[in-house]
C-alpha cells in the first residue's frame, strides 16, 4: 500500500528552522514528483515546494524561496524540507504528496497534480 508519513514538525521561534521529512513505503519515490504543500487554519491548502521525479529541478512558492530547501535521497526514500528563518506565518500544517511522472524535468506546486497525500505534521512558528 503507498503510504506518505510527514515528520519533524513542532514549535520553533521565528527565526528558528526545522526540517521535514517525507517517507514514503509502498512504492519507490524514482520516478515520483514530490510537492509539499502546507495549511493554515482558515485558509486553503496551498503549494510550498516541490521536487520533480528526475531531481532535475525544484519549485518554491515566492514566500518561501531563499528560506526553504527542497531535496530527495531517493536511497532512502525520503524527501526533505529544510525550513530556516521561520515566520509565524508560516505556521500551519504541511503535508507532502506524491505523483507519478516518469522522467519528467519540471514539477508544479499545485494541489491538483498530485493523487497521493501523507497525512500532515504541525509546524507551529511563535515566541
Known amino acids: 500500500q503507498l503510504q506518505l508519513v510527514e515528520s519533524g514538525g513542532g514549535l520553533v521561534q521565528p527565526g528558528g528552522s526545522l526540517r521535514l521529512s517525507c517517507a514514503a513505503s509502498?512504492?519507490?519515490?524514482?520516478?515520483?514528483?514530490i510537492g509539499w504543500f502546507r495549511q493554515a487554519p482558515g485558509k486553503e491548502r496551498e503549494g510550498v515546494s516541490c521536487t520533480s521525479s528526475s531531481g532535475g529541478s525544484t519549485n518554491y512558492a515566492d514566500s518561501v524561496k531563499g528560506r526553504f530547501t527542497i531535496s530527495r535521497d531517493n536511497a532512502k526514500n525520503t524527501v526533505y524540507l529544510q525550513m530556516n528563518s521561520l515566520k509565524p506565518e508560516d505556521t500551519a500544517v504541511y503535508y507532502c504528496?506524491?505523483?507519478?511522472?516518469?522522467?519528467?524535468?519540471?514539477?508544479?506546486?499545485?494541489?491538483?497534480?498530485?493523487?497521493?497525500w501523507g497525512q500532515g505534521t504541525q509546524v507551529t512558528v511563535s515566541s
Open positions: 509502498g512504492f519507490s519515490l524514482d520516478y515520483y514528483a
Open positions: 504528496a506524491a505523483e507519478y511522472r516518469g522522467s519528467a524535468y519540471v514539477c508544479y506546486v499545485r494541489t491538483y497534480e498530485y493523487t497521493y
